[in-house]
């Protein structure tokens, strides 16, 4: 199942094609250099956040409920 975010309907207004293949074939995705910049950026700040916190737990999934299971884990600890 897939959740709803700004982000799908964002795309959904711009292409209800557009949203399908990124919910259903994300592979297919071009990746522009201002686009890989922005990731790239996000990247370095999550590397500035382990470094400042490194006895911090990396919830490490991409699925929203079991990133909020894995937090509220942690979270109890």
Known sequence: MTTLSKSKILLYR?????????VHQPELAKINAATQNRLDEGNKVGDIARRNYPDGIFIETLKRS????????????
């Open 14 to 22: 711009q292409c209800p094609k557009r949203l399908w293949l990124s």
């Open 66 to 77: 079991e990133a909020l299971d894995l937090t509220r884990q942690a979270i109890q600890k």
